[in-house]
């Protein structure tokens, strides 16, 4: 990662369910009225080749970067600008929460499950509807790229997830919810 460039973070498996082609297709619309952005999408999976087919054919090769497995997944949110969860379908995304720990402003597809629980759209990040064809996804992160303030804004809301899901937060609902005998 270049110390000059913003970036983009994805985090996932490399599967058909996590949509990176679509966060592929979004940069593309925008990445060339943005020299200063990359893209980082970090996991493993079967759609590797054909994702870098994609990034190859869009001439977005040495913009967008397909790292693969790391350790030190702290370190990328630290460094990251925006992140963006595409995912069709998640249970709890564990890497949407991790991102917004860290300051980092996101966008997410409003899957039926998890990102709503989350975000709250305009105010910490962005929410995309579940049916989006491209459109909002691509202005997304248009407006984010744009506007340094509003992600530094974002970024400082976001980390309230840290008390929204802390273990006392969480551990007292399901004591409520079981009338305190767990």
Known sequence: VQP??????????????????????????????HPDWDLFIIGEGELRAALEVLISSLGLSG????????????????????????????GFPNALLEAMAYKVPVISLNCSTGPSDIVENG???????????????????KKLMNDDDLRIRMGQRAVKVREKFSMEVVSSK????FGGDI
Not at 4 to 33: H, P, Q, S, T
């Open 63 to 90: 913009r967008v970067f397909l790292p693969g497995r790391i350790g030190n997944l702290s370190a990328w949110y630290e460094r990251a600008s925006i992140f963006v969860m595409s995912s069709h379908f998640e």
């Open 123 to 141: 105010f910490d990040g962005i929410l995309i509807p579940e049916n989006d064809d491209g459109d909002c996804l691509r202005a997304g992160l």
């Open 174 to 177: 399901w004591e409520s919810l």
């Open 4 to 33: 000059e460039k913003k970036l983009i973070l994805c985090v996932g498996r490399l599967g058909e369910e996590k949509g990176f082609d679509r966060v592929i297709k979004a940069f593309a619309a925008n990445y060339l009225n």
